[in-house]
Each structure stands twice: as structure tokens, then as C-alpha cells.
């Protein structure tokens, strides 16, 4: 400790000598921030003077407690993003979203479908996985009329393809099994039906038959009756299209025919040669019907017409105007119902018409 005072006496004396050295007056080389920072380094010389240490290094200072890791942020495309929310241990997560799975179920049970504008047989059919023949047996108002729909109808839609059937005095399982050309496992095996032992049936009842069919049923109108007209031209078999428009619905087996739509009072024209056998409405939903004999086994239909301008018995040359489309009898907006039929059979149009 004696020599404390000569060492802080040399201190004093050489500090006074460097601050007159360095500040120079206002003439000084160095500038005022550079004298504060040589007056730092004096202080720390002075203090070693006196025996006083600073800590060894940056390691011998007490190591600060490092912040929450929160994790990195990562960007989630747009489609993917949820509720989000900050764990404070790790990282940014996805919070559960909660949501309901619906599983595809098939139906057990017989459901109604009531028809929209612009509904078709096979649209309505492919909706639900199902046959066009399906919806058709089904419904008896479509058995006759499949393209017949109307906005508002009510329609039964089974959970399997096959015939709906509503039992009938003296029905027995045998008599319906044979009657749809199936077994009478297949009735009595049908989940839909809840049949039991000793399998007794109720007037009224309706069954589902799996893989049941019906037959299809033409409708035939009475043929000419009268002579065949003098010099009656006999058609070509190669035909022409009755109308201008779009086709609607197809030929398939309960449609044997095409439906072409278009305006009402659009013109319909002969398809080929021949004779009309019929000209007039119809009880049968056709409406008003035009049919022609081509005197070559083929018979055309001309349906749900607006008006005729033949009459039965006149002759007709192929691309003669014969009517009107229309949407008389059962019929869901205008359109022509066109129908070919070789020796009594009802063949598909397309195979005939240009393309």
C-alpha cells in the first residue's frame, strides 16, 4: 500500500503531460473522439497500475438464459391452411379442425325422386347407379312412356337394380319368381324385402326383385286398311332426317326410338318414300301420329306432332312436309318422337340416317 501514492503521483503527472500532447489546442492532429477514446485506455493502464483486474475473458462472464425456442415459420399453401396455434415448447402446429366423414352407405330402403326441368330417364338412372330399365320398372306411368316426364313427378328409385312389383291376389313367390325370370332365393334372399318363414304374402305388398326383368311391350297402331294407293313409290331404305334439331334421348331397350328436339312448329318431312297408313291423335301417348309404309318392310312413326298435313292414304315422296313438331300426348316439351320399324320390329334410327 506504500507505494500507492508515488504510483497514482506518476499517473497524475503523465496524464496531465498526454491531454496537452493530444488536444494540441484547437489546432490538435487528433479530433475530440479520438481523445476520448485514448483517455479510456489511460484509465485501463492506470487501473493495472494499481493492481486491480479485469475478468480474463468473454467465457469467465455468467452465460444468459436463451429465449423459448419457438420453432421456424413455415408457409403453407393456400388450400392447406387450417386454425392455427403457437406450442410454446417446440414449434408452430396445426390445430385439429374438426369435420364429419360420411361414409358411402348403400341405401336400404326404397326413396322418391321428384323430376326437375330437363330430367331424362337415363340421367336420373346414372345419378343413383342404376339402369334406365330400373327407373322405368319401377314406375308403371313410364312403362308405357319412358321419355314422358314431367317437372313435379314423383318417382321411385330402388337401392338395386331390378323390378319393383306390388303384390297381386293369388301372387306366389313362385309365380313372381317366374314371372321375372329369377329364382326364388332372389326374392326371398333380398335383404330389402324382410322376409321371414314361412314367407307369407300380403295383397298390396311391394317387393324388390334383384335381376328381375320385364318384357318390353311395343304399341302398335291399326294398320291401313283400304288399297294400297295407285303408283305408290316405294322407299329406297336409305333415309333422311325427319327434322332439324338435337336428339334428346337415345334408342335403348325400353326407348325404341330416338327424340329429336326442336321448336315447336319446326317442319317434319318423310324420311323416305311410301304411303300413310295413319294421321291423327292417338290414346296411346303418342299424340298426334303420322305413320308411312315404305312398301319395303319398312314403317316409320312420327310422334307428339303439332299437326298433320297428310292424310291416311295419300302417297308421299321421301322429303315431303308432312307436319309440325309438336308436344301433344305424353310428351315433356317439344320435340319429335321418330321411330323405324323392319317387319314389325323396332330397329334403331341411327343405323339408317345419314351421318
Not at 95 to 106: E, G, L, W
Request: net charge positive; proline share 7%; glycine share 10%.
Amino acid at each position: 500500500m506504500a507505494e500507492t501514492p508515488v504510483a497514482l503521483a506518476r499517473w497524475r503527472a503523465w496524464r496531465s503531460k498526454a491531454v496537452r500532447w493530444i488536444s494540441g489546442g484547437r489546432e490538435g492532429f487528433v479530433s475530440r473522439y479520438a481523445a476520448h477514446l485514448a483517455v479510456i485506455l489511460l484509465v485501463a493502464f492506470a487501473l493495472s497500475l494499481k493492481g486491480i483486474e479485469l475478468p480474463r475473458a468473454v467465457a469467465d462472464l455468467p452465460t444468459p438464459t436463451p429465449a423459448p425456442y419457438l420453432g421456424e415459420r413455415t408457409r403453407i399453401p393456400l388450400a392447406d391452411r387450417g386454425s392455427l396455434r403457437v406450442v410454446t415448447t417446440q414449434a408452430l402446429v396445426r390445430a385439429p379442425v374438426p369435420h364429419t366423414t360420411i361414409p358411402d352407405r348403400p341405401r336400404r330402403e326404397v326413396i322418391t325422386y321428384t323430376v326437375r326441368s330437363g330430367d331424362t330417364v337415363l340421367g336420373i338412372a346414372a345419378r343413383f347407379g342404376l339402369q334406365g330399365e330400373t327407373i322405368v320398372w319401377a314406375n308403371a306411368s313410364l312403362e308405357d312412356s319412358p321419355d314422358f316426364l314431367m317437372p313435379g313427378q314423383i318417382l321411385n328409385i330402388l337401392p338395386v337394380d331390378g323390378v319393383y312389383h306390388t303384390v297381386q291376389e293369388k301372387d306366389t313367390l313362385e309365380s313372381i319368381a317366374k314371372k321375372y325370370k329369377v329364382d326364388v332365393s332372389a326374392i326371398t334372399e333380398c335383404e330389402y324385402n324382410n322376409l321371414t318363414e314361412p314367407y307369407k304374402l300380403v295383397l298390396g305388398q311391394h317387393l324388390i326383385i334383384p335381376g328381375g326383368e320385364k318384357p318390353y311391350v311395343a304399341r302398335y297402331i291399326s294398320a291401313w286398311k283400304g288399297p294400297v294407293p295407285d303408283n305408290v313409290e316405294r322407299g329406297t331404305g336409305l333415309f333422311g332426317w325427319p327434322t332439324s334439331g338435337y336428339v334428346t334421348q337415345r334408342y335403348w331397350s325400353q326407348h325404341r326410338a330416338i327424340d329429336i328436339g326442336a321448336p315447336a312448329g319446326t317442319p317434319v318431312y318423310a324420311a323416305d318414300s311410301g304411303f300413310v297408313t295413319f294421321a291423327g291423335w292417338t290414346k296411346l301417348g303418342y299424340g298426334r301420329l303420322i305413320v308411312i309404309d315404305h312398301r319395303n318392310g319398312f314403317i316409320t312413326y312420327y310422334a307428339h306432332l303439332n299437326a298433320c298435313y297428310v292424310e291416311a292414304g295419300e302417297s308421299v315422296g321421301k322429303g315431303t312436309l308432312i307436319g309440325a313438331v309438336g308436344s301433344t300426348g305424353r310428351s315433356t316439351g317439344p320435340h319429335l318422337h321418330f321411330e323405324v320399324r323392319y317387319k314389325g320390329v323396332q330397329r334403331n334410327p341411327f343405323v339408317y340416317l345419314p351421318r
